[in-house]
């Protein structure tokens, strides 16, 4: 059943609006994430849910009751902030217990929780430091264990591999993991980076200018993007301007004609979008759909700028007219020795146009 | 050499600065009434003039109860207020302050006069009671101030982060603010007690015959120029320094705020 729902909630800040219009809900036990550029409003969404700030409109609901109705003792949300902000003048210990002092648990329960938390986390020999004797992966596991520490069946964490080296990064990820199967809370992760909360979170939303774009897991955000923006943001797609020149009538294939260069391609109508003959739309086209030897019916000519090797996938960067630029990721170990290109070389690029599909300037 | 050329400058600035307190301190232990050469010898005469001085005693303590009543007083009123204004959009904020610090600034002959005027009118003049309220409207926008700039470094989602664990609004001002600006408050105290009790124009203004002791040593000087002084200005300046130290140490460290 639905844990948190969003009802067409607007937010102003003074006369600014924030938040336009956003309905969505999140499952128990699931990590959701609101991933946005900055200032879209995603840490304003996180104050909603712990009931910090109150909707202009519409309502933020728990379990069914407006968040308004957990007040004090009775609050089951509790947030990593993305300024961490501890408590600078108590210990580590102090900041954990915090939130379990002022809910009035008996001492020896508070100490049991403490060291349970802390060793989980690995912080035992440092709970009698001040918190700004701490590295920052260390200040974030003590505001990490400051929040779980009192059980909350909500878990906000604002940006929290920020500031995090890869390692850190990955160690963090693995932790929230495993947390979630010791304490089954459900978490609500907010990041402006998709490499952050692509493998922890099981749905995300894509947040850009005040509203959600899309609701959806992982794999179909990246693979099934309704908008350019998320085509862009989530999958890292090429997208090419184009106008139809002629609509199947039957089956889903659409002829196109790319705006720059010379290119006559079909792509499939996935999202069924009402289309007529001379519309302009955006071609969309995965950066790892297409291939460099000759494979697939659509061709298109590109000039070589640059290319980077991440791991075992290579990067390339074509130029095409207008400034547009094609990204191309080539995923063999061979592709290192093959395919060395000089910098303005001419070079086909090969996809099949299934691979391909079509959205709304 | 550039390092010798800072020791010497340095050394300099510091002789300068203390040269006077040093020489008030040596002639309170001279034997004579006046140094002279060849040194007369030393002696703790004047100290013990000084123990023995009970109207000298009785104006200490008018200034040390006035001071303490002044530096609590301000400083609360410069918490409180320097707590609202801090949490004002950022430019009224400044500009409040700036306008609630403008009669601290004015010359303090300006001010004692005036301030002995309304006394006058009010019917408190030539009482302790008007230098205490002369002093806290003129010391208590120091401690706003001095507040203020703590308050606004504080981050703010560390009292939501309180608030969400279910803390109260009172056990977030105790527990929360005032745990992070406890050194600011007493270090303000201590400033303007020091401050306080060593304001001479307007208490010369507003004291009539309850002298404060800076008014009394300023009319011991006028008729004996008796060395006393010296000895009495030993001691209180060696308490004022030594609390003055304390108020900086604490300001220098609030609350041990590093970047988190």
């Given at each position: 059943?639905?844990?948190?729902?969003f009802?067409?909630v607007?937010f102003?800040?003074?006369?600014?609006?924030?938040?336009e219009?956003?309905?969505?809900?999140?499952?128990?036990?699931?990590?959701?994430?609101?991933?946005?550029p900055?200032?879209?409003?995603?840490?304003?969404?996180?104050?909603?849910?712990?009931?910090?700030?109150?909707?202009?409109?519409?309502?933020?609901?728990?379990?069914?009751?407006?968040?308004?109705?957990?007040?004090?003792?009775?609050?089951?949300?509790?947030?990593?902030?993305?300024?961490?902000?501890?408590?600078?003048?108590?210990?580590?210990?102090?900041n954990?217990?915090?939130g379990?002092?002022?809910?009035?648990?008996?001492?020896?329960?508070?100490?049991?929780?403490?060291?349970?938390?802390?060793?989980?986390?690995g912080?035992?020999?440092?709970?009698?430091?001040?918190?700004?004797?701490?590295?920052?992966g260390?200040?974030?596991?003590?505001?990490?264990?400051?929040?779980?520490?009192?059980?909350?069946?909500?878990?906000?964490?604002?940006?929290?591999?920020?500031?995090l080296?890869?390692?850190?990064?990955?160690q963090?990820?693995?932790?929230l993991?495993?947390?979630?199967?010791?304490?089954?809370?459900?978490?609500?992760l907010?990041?402006?980076l998709?490499?952050?909360?692509?493998?922890?979170?099981?749905?995300?939303?894509?947040?850009q200018?005040?509203?959600?774009?899309?609701?959806?897991?992982?794999?179909?955000?990246?693979?099934?993007?309704?908008?350019t923006?998320?085509a862009?943001?989530?999958?890292?797609?090429?997208l090419?301007?184009?106008?139809?020149?002629?609509?199947?009538r039957?089956?889903?294939?659409?002829?196109?004609?790319?705006i720059?260069?010379?290119?006559?391609?079909?792509a499939?109508?996935r999202?069924?979008?009402?289309?007529?003959?001379?519309?302009?739309?955006?071609y969309?086209?995965?950066?790892?759909?297409?291939?460099?030897?000759?494979?697939?019916?659509?061709?298109?000519?590109?000039?070589?700028?640059a290319?980077?090797?991440?791991?075992?996938?290579?990067?390339?960067?074509?130029?095409l007219?207008?400034?547009?630029?094609?990204r191309?990721?080539?995923?063999?170990?061979?592709?290192?020795?093959?395919?060395?290109?000089?910098?303005?070389e001419r070079?086909?690029l090969?996809?099949k146009?299934e691979?391909?599909?079509?959205?709304?300037? | 050499?550039?390092?010798?050329?800072a020791?010497?400058?340095?050394?300099?600035?510091i002789?300068?600065?203390f040269?006077?307190l040093?020489?008030?301190?040596?002639?309170?232990?001279?034997?004579?009434?006046?140094?002279?050469?060849?040194?007369?010898?030393?002696?703790?005469?004047?100290?013990?003039?000084?123990?023995?001085?009970?109207?000298?005693?009785?104006?200490?303590?008018?200034?040390?109860?006035?001071?303490?009543?002044?530096?609590?007083?301000?400083?609360?009123?410069?918490?409180?207020s320097?707590?609202?204004?801090?949490?004002?959009?950022?430019?009224?904020?400044?500009?409040?302050?700036?306008?609630?610090t403008?009669?601290?600034?004015?010359?303090?002959?300006?001010?004692?006069?005036?301030f002995a005027?309304?006394a006058?009118?009010?019917?408190?003049l030539?009482?302790?009671i008007?230098?205490?309220?002369a002093?806290?409207?003129?010391?208590?926008?120091?401690?706003?101030?001095?507040?203020?700039?703590?308050?606004?470094?504080?981050?703010?989602?560390?009292?939501?982060?309180?608030?969400?664990l279910g803390?109260?609004?009172?056990?977030?001002?105790?527990m929360i603010?005032g745990?992070q600006?406890?050194?600011?408050?007493i270090?303000?105290g201590?400033?303007?007690?020091?401050?306080?009790?060593?304001?001479?124009?307007?208490?010369?203004?507003?004291?009539?015959?309850?002298?404060?002791?800076p008014?009394?040593?300023?009319?011991?000087?006028?008729s004996?120029?008796?060395?006393?002084?010296n000895?009495?200005?030993?001691?209180?300046a060696?308490?004022?320094?030594?609390?003055?130290?304390?108020a900086?140490?604490?300001l220098?460290?609030?609350?041990?705020?590093?970047e988190?």
């Amino acid at each position: 059943m639905e844990l948190i729902e969003f009802r067409n909630v607007d937010f102003y800040w003074g006369k600014v609006k924030i938040l336009e219009n956003i309905s969505f809900q999140v499952n128990e036990s699931e990590v959701f994430a609101l991933l946005g550029p900055s200032g879209c409003g995603k840490s304003t969404m996180l104050r909603l849910i712990s009931g910090l700030s109150r909707p202009s409109s519409g309502e933020v609901l728990i379990n069914g009751k407006d968040v308004s109705f957990y007040k004090g003792r009775d609050r089951c949300v509790a947030t990593v902030w993305q300024s961490k902000a501890l408590f600078p003048h108590l210990s580590v210990r102090a900041n954990i217990e915090f939130g379990l002092r002022i809910k009035r648990i008996k001492n020896s329960d508070i100490n049991k929780r403490v060291k349970k938390i802390a060793s989980t986390l690995g912080l035992e020999d440092k709970l009698d430091r001040s918190t700004f004797q701490l590295s920052g992966g260390e200040q974030q596991r003590v505001a990490l264990a400051r929040a779980l520490v009192i059980h909350p069946k909500i878990l906000l964490l604002d940006e929290p591999f920020t500031g995090l080296d890869q390692t850190l990064k990955l160690q963090l990820q693995a932790d929230l993991r495993d947390l979630q199967e010791d304490y089954g809370c459900t978490y609500i992760l907010v990041s402006h980076l998709l490499e952050d909360v692509f493998s922890l979170a099981t749905r995300i939303a894509v947040i850009q200018n005040k509203k959600i774009l899309q609701v959806g897991d992982p794999n179909s955000l990246y693979h099934s993007p309704r908008s350019t923006f998320v085509a862009r943001f989530v999958g890292k797609k090429n997208l090419i301007p184009a106008i139809i020149r002629n609509v199947a009538r039957q089956g889903r294939e659409v002829i196109v004609s790319s705006i720059i260069g010379e290119g006559n391609w079909k792509a499939i109508n996935r999202l069924n979008l009402e289309l007529n003959d001379n519309d302009r739309a955006v071609y969309v086209i995965g950066a790892d759909s297409i291939e460099l030897n000759p494979t697939g019916d659509c061709i298109l000519e590109a000039t070589f700028r640059a290319q980077e090797i991440d791991g075992q996938r290579k990067i390339f960067y074509f130029r095409l007219e207008r400034g547009y630029e094609v990204r191309v990721e080539i995923c063999t170990t061979d592709s290192i020795r093959l395919y060395q290109y000089v910098r303005g070389e001419r070079v086909n690029l090969y996809w099949k146009s299934e691979d391909a599909f079509l959205l709304k300037e | 050499m550039k390092r010798i050329g800072a020791i010497i400058f340095l050394s300099f600035v510091i002789l300068l600065v203390f040269i006077p307190l040093l020489t008030m301190v040596v002639l309170s232990f001279c034997k004579g009434r006046f140094a002279s050469f060849p040194w007369p010898g030393w002696s703790l005469q004047w100290y013990q003039q000084f123990f023995e001085n009970s109207i000298l005693h009785l104006s200490l303590l008018r200034s040390l109860i006035v001071g303490v009543a002044v530096g609590v007083i301000s400083t609360l009123l410069g918490f409180g207020s320097g707590y609202a204004l801090s949490r004002l959009p950022s430019r009224t904020g400044s500009s409040l302050l700036m306008l609630i610090t403008l009669p601290a600034i004015i010359p303090f002959v300006l001010f004692g006069f005036c301030f002995a005027e309304f006394a006058g009118y009010i019917g408190i003049l030539r009482t302790t009671i008007s230098v205490f309220i002369a002093h806290v409207v003129v010391f208590s926008p120091l401690s706003a101030a001095l507040c203020f700039h703590r308050f606004r470094q504080l981050n703010l989602d560390i009292e939501d982060a309180a608030r969400e664990l279910g803390a109260s609004e009172i056990k977030i001002f105790f527990m929360i603010i005032g745990g992070q600006t406890w050194r600011t408050l007493i270090a303000s105290g201590i400033v303007i007690f020091v401050l306080s009790w060593d304001e001479y124009i307007i208490s010369w203004f507003v004291s009539g015959f309850n002298k404060t002791y800076p008014v009394y040593v300023r009319n011991m000087l006028e008729s004996t120029m008796s060395p006393e002084i010296n000895a009495v200005g030993s001691i209180v300046a060696f308490l004022s320094l030594l609390l003055m130290s304390m108020a900086l140490y604490l300001l220098r460290n609030p609350g041990k705020i590093k970047e988190i």
